[in-house]
């Protein structure tokens, strides 16, 4: 157990509609990051956050958003879903802001009907 | 671009035999470079990372990776291979140098590892 947690482990939904993603980091980490693991684009990375703050961008899409709230656990919202959206959706933390070593939750795998 | 490649979809090996996963990157600068593994429906799990010093490093359940600066190589190996090894293995490189996006990994597509009776 890499000490992450990840809700929903399963979310199956309608195209066109909005998801809510959330990731609670281990204890003592400020550092939250989104990756998306699908079968054509592999393991990419979407967003990091530190301490509450926004640090990277990666190709997270217009659609997609994500916060990261005081108690250093962080949502990602998708919305005006598509059929290619679905995927694997893994959250990490790590105790800095550069990731020295990144702990990875279960993710949650999303699929859109 | 900073750029992962593992050259192989699929390693079979025989269990007790030796196994290499190879992994060769693209970055500027000197990477950090790490291996992790997922096992069906599982995340990712950390095995092992390069930061600086001996080439070769040391990490979980057996395996050990080699850094080649001059081939620009981490190859995982493990010396005998045990059938619940079987799982998909990543690597990754994240960058070392100032200003860039320090935390995000980089991964390769993985390699998908089975090791038969």
């Known amino acids: 157990d890499s000490g992450v947690t990840q809700t929903p482990k399963h979310l199956i939904t309608a195209t066109g509609q909005r998801v809510t993603l959330r990731c609670s980091p281990r204890?003592?980490?400020?550092?939250v990051y989104w990756y998306q693991q699908s079968l054509d684009q592999g393991l990419q990375f979407l967003i990091q956050y530190y301490n509450g703050e926004e640090r990277a961008k990666g190709n997270i899409l217009e659609r997609f958003s994500a916060q990261q709230f005081p108690d250093l656990h962080s949502e990602l919202n998708l919305s005006s879903l598509e059929l290619g959206d679905s995927a694997l959706y893994f959250c990490a933390s790590s105790v800095d802001s550069v990731g020295t070593e990144a702990f990875f939750g279960q993710g949650t795998r999303l699929t859109v009907v | 671009a900073q750029s992962v490649a593992q050259p192989e979809d699929q390693v079979n090996v025989a269990e007790g035999n030796p196994l290499t996963v190879k992994c060769t990157y693209s970055?500027?600068?000197?990477?950090?470079l790490f291996w992790y593994v997922q096992y069906p429906n599982r995340g990712l799990q950390f095995l092992l990372k390069?930061?600086?010093?001996?080439?070769l490093v040391k990490g979980s359940y057996g395996f050990e990776a080699e850094f080649n600066k001059s081939q620009t190589s981490f190859h995982l190996k493990k010396p005998s291979a045990l059938v619940s090894d079987s799982a998909l293995y990543f690597c990754?490189?994240?960058?070392?140098?100032?200003?860039?996006?320090?935390?995000?990994?980089?991964f390769g597509r993985g390699t998908q590892l089975t090791v038969w009776p």
């Open positions: 990754a490189v994240r960058d070392r140098d100032r200003g860039s996006t320090l935390g995000r990994l980089y």
């Open positions: 390069y930061i600086t010093g001996d080439n």
């Open positions: 204890s003592g980490d400020l550092s």
């Open positions: 970055v500027s600068g000197n990477p950090y």
